[in-house]
C-alpha cells in the first residue's frame, strides 16, 4: 500500500493539554499537509509543510518535517474540546504528479 | 456554490446495480480527486483529473469502477455491479493545480 501511517491511532487528552501526532510516508515528497475531518464531514486543510522545511507554525499548530527518516508531526497546544476530530497527514511526491496519499489518521479526543 | 458539492448526500442501492456519484468542484479548481474512505478507516485513492483528463487512474480498484471529467469541472464516479464491500463514503476534493486540497462532505454508499 502506498499509504502513509499515523500514530497513535487514537489519542485521548484533557483540555489545555498538548496533542502529538505523527506521520511516516515511503517515498520522496514535494510537500506534506494536514488535514483534519470532523465526524461526518469532509477534510479540512490546516498546514502545508514543503519539502526543505524543518518547522512550521500557524496559530497553535506547529509541524516538523524530518525529511530524512520521512517522518513529521503534529503538535496542537493547549488543546480545546473543539479540537476533537480525526487527523491526517497527506503527502505530495516529488515527481511532478499532483497524487496525494494520506495517511490512516489519528482520531484526537479532548476531553472537557 | 462556495464549495465543492457532491450529490447523493446518502445513496443505498442493491448489490448488483450501477451507481452514479457526483462531484461538483470549486469553480476554477484545475484538479479533481476521488478518494473512498471507509468507516473509521483512512483515505484510500482512487484516481484524479488535471482538466478533464486523468494522469492518474491507479487506485480505481475494478474495472466495474470508471470515472470521468467534462467541462473542466464536474465529475462523476460510477460503479457498476456494486458490491457489497462497495459500501463506504466516497470523497470529492478539489483544488488549482499543487495548492491544497477542498473536500466535500461525501456520499455516503450502502450496498444491501
Known amino acids: 500500500s502506498q499509504q502513509g501511517e499515523e500514530d497513535p491511532q487514537a489519542l485521548s487528552i484533557q483540555e489545555g493539554e498538548n496533542a502529538t501526532m505523527n506521520c511516516s510516508y515511503k517515498?520522496?515528497?514535494?510537500?506534506l499537509q494536514w488535514y483534519r475531518q470532523n465526524s461526518g464531514r469532509g477534510l479540512v486543510h490546516l498546514i502545508l509543510i514543503r519539502s526543505n522545511e524543518r518547522e512550521k507554525h500557524s496559530g497553535r499548530l506547529r509541524v516538523t518535517l524530518d525529511t530524512s527518516k520521512k517522518s513529521s508531526s503534529l503538535l496542537i497546544t493547549a488543546s480545546r474540546a473543539a479540537d476533537t476530530a480525526s487527523y491526517f497527514c497527506?503527502?505530495?511526491?516529488?515527481?511532478?504528479?499532483?497524487?496525494?496519499?494520506f495517511g490512516t489518521g489519528t482520531r484526537l479526543k479532548v476531553l472537557a | 456554490g462556495a464549495g465543492v458539492s457532491q450529490s447523493p448526500s446518502n445513496k443505498v442501492t442493491e448489490k448488483g446495480k450501477d451507481v452514479e456519484l457526483r462531484c461538483d468542484p470549486i469553480?476554477?479548481?484545475?484538479?479533481l480527486y476521488w478518494y473512498r474512505q471507509s468507516l473509521g478507516q483512512g483515505l484510500e485513492f482512487l484516481i484524479y483529473?488535471?482538466?478533464?483528463?486523468?494522469?492518474?487512474k491507479s487506485g480505481l480498484p475494478s474495472d466495474r469502477f470508471s470515472a470521468e471529467r467534462t467541462g473542466g469541472s464536474v465529475s462523476t464516479l460510477t460503479i457498476q455491479r456494486t458490491q457489497q464491500e462497495d459500501s463506504a463514503v466516497y470523497l470529492c476534493?478539489?483544488?488549482?493545480?499543487?495548492?491544497?486540497?477542498?473536500f466535500g462532505n461525501g456520499t455516503r454508499l450502502t450496498v444491501t
Open positions: 469553480s476554477g479548481h484545475t484538479a
Open positions: 497527506a503527502t505530495v511526491g516529488a515527481s511532478g504528479t499532483y497524487k496525494y496519499i
Open positions: 517515498t520522496s515528497i514535494n510537500n
Open positions: 483529473f488535471q482538466g478533464n483528463s486523468a494522469p492518474d
Open positions: 476534493a478539489s483544488s488549482f493545480t499543487g495548492s491544497p486540497l477542498h
